[in-house]
T-cell receptor, first 112, second 116 residues
């Protein structure tokens, strides 16, 4: 049973526009959510995170929104740049155990 | 800083062979993880460790073993390789327990394993 779901396998966005990547989760015990970015043949790298006590966290072009009642979070990238083309993983963690659970990822293509 | 280092980067195994995937980190992180990434399947947690001498199963532990004799090293052992273990394996580490700002895990470059 998938606890972290990224239902869009891929997304194409024009350069300069906003990219919105979505993530849903089923476990209400999750306290902390993270986004990772992965280029081919490299390990995932941490991008941005949000605690469950917040509903928004911003870092430069990247903003993560959390809607706890809907068990939904989203990553906004604006403006999108060619270097943003990568696979983005949503992940979640709980204070009650020590695991970080990942979604399947969304491949983002930034179009020129 | 080296961060998280995995060796080897690539390996081809025959069915039934055994091997150890090495992982070491130089950040003095307590928490270490092993994930596998299959095409279109995201990252699945195999085993994790919250400190030296302590290991626990993740989502897909069957066919694997781990040990954590030191803080730095977290090797993953495949005893009898099977084609279903063909995957890319990622080791990761983090400073503290999940749920706070130090949760971010740092990943190695990955080991691409093919079992034929």
């Amino acid at each position: 049973d998938q606890q972290v779901k990224q239902n869009s396998p891929s997304l194409s966005v024009q350069e300069g526009r906003i990219s919105i990547l979505n993530c849903d989760y089923t476990n209400s015990m999750f306290d902390y959510f993270l986004w990772y970015k992965k280029y081919p043949a490299e390990g995932p790298t941490f991008l941005i995170s949000i605690s469950s006590i917040k509903d928004k966290n911003e870092d430069g072009r990247f903003t993560v929104f959390l809607n706890k009642s809907a068990k939904h979070l989203s990553l906004h990238i604006v403006p999108s740049q060619p270097g943003d083309s990568a696979v983005y993983f949503c992940a979640a963690a709980s204070n009650r155990d020590d695991k970080i659970i990942f979604g399947k990822g969304t491949r983002l293509h930034i179009l020129p | 800083n080296a961060g998280v280092t995995q060796t080897p980067k690539f390996r081809i195994l025959k069915i039934g062979q055994s091997m150890t995937l090495q992982c070491t980190q130089d950040m003095n992180h307590n928490y270490m993880y092993w994930y596998r990434q299959d095409p279109g399947m995201g990252l699945k947690l195999i085993y994790y460790s919250v400190g030296a001498g302590i290991t626990d199963k993740g989502e897909v532990p069957n066919g694997y073993n781990v040990s954590r004799s030191t803080t730095e090293d977290f090797p993953l052992r495949l005893e009898l390789a099977a084609p279903s273990q063909t995957s890319v394996y990622f080791c990761a580490s983090s400073y503290s327990s999940t749920g706070d700002i130090n949760t971010e895990a740092f990943f190695g470059q990955g080991t691409r394993l093919t079992v034929v």
